[in-house]
């Protein structure tokens, strides 16, 4: 049973426009949701974080959104650039820390320049 | 070095063997953990370790998986009568604290079990 789903494994946007990825979550006892990015051959690496009683954290061209009442977050790029073409996985923490992560299967993006 | 280390990139045995995967972490990160990541998948939680001390071991599928970090640093994974189902990537993150919620993780080892 996956407690934290990401249902699309791709998507394409053009450079310069919004890019928008989806997380859906069932465990209502995660207390902080964050993004990791992935370039082939690397390690994940830490994008941005939100806690479970914020609705919205922002950090540069990089913002996201929680509705808990739909247990869904999303993240958006805007402008979307190139070197934004990666995997991107959503995460849930239950310890307010990176212990014992749950993440979601990813999603490929792919920024047509 | 400046991140997380893994070696080795990529490690192929033969089914029943015995493998070990190594981790360095970032110098003084006192948290530890492994997490494996299956084809199509996201990474999986394994084990947590804080300092020596194995914190979260709830992880590891089954007896066949044990890991360690003797002297607080360095840790390795390791592997018993290695089976096809663990063919993956292996990857092991540092923080610096336990209640960090950034992880910096390691290029990760892709293991292959034919």
């Known amino acids: 049973d996956q407690q934290v789903k990401q249902n699309s494994p791709s998507l394409s946007v053009q450079e310069g426009r919004i890019s928008i990825l989806n997380c859906d979550y069932t465990?209502?006892?995660?207390?902080?949701f964050l993004w990791y990015k992935k370039y082939p051959a690397e390690g994940p690496t830490f994008l941005i974080s939100?806690?479970?009683?914020?609705d919205k954290n922002e950090d540069g061209r990089f913002t996201v959104f929680l509705n808990k009442s739909a247990k869904h977050l999303s993240l958006h790029i805007v402008p979307s650039q190139p070197g934004d073409s990666a995997v991107y996985f959503c995460?849930?923490?239950?310890?307010?820390?990176?212990?014992?992560?749950?993440f979601g299967s990813g999603t490929q993006l792919t920024v047509l320049p | 070095g400046a991140g997380v280390s893994q070696t080795p990139s990529n490690k192929v045995t033969e089914k029943g063997k015995y493998v070990e995967l190594r981790c360095d972490p970032i110098?003084?990160?006192?948290?530890l953990y492994w997490y494996r990541q299956s084809l199509g998948q996201g990474p999986e939680f394994l084990i947590y370790?804080?300092?020596?001390?194995?914190?979260?071991d709830s992880g590891l599928p089954n007896d066949r998986f044990f890991a360690v970090r003797p002297e607080g640093s360095v840790s390795t994974l390791k592997i018993q009568r290695t089976e096809r189902g663990d063919s993956a990537v292996y990857l092991c993150?540092?923080?610096?604290?336990?209640?960090?919620?950034?992880?910096?993780f390691g290029q990760g080892t892709r293991l292959t079990v034919v």
């Open positions: 993150a540092s923080s610096s604290n336990p209640d960090s919620l950034q992880a910096f």
């Open positions: 465990n209502s006892m995660f207390d902080y």
């Open positions: 939100i806690s479970s009683i914020k």
């Open positions: 995460a849930a923490s239950l310890f307010g820390s990176a212990r014992q992560l749950t």
């Open positions: 110098s003084g990160h006192t948290a």
């Open positions: 370790f804080q300092g020596t001390g194995a914190a979260d």
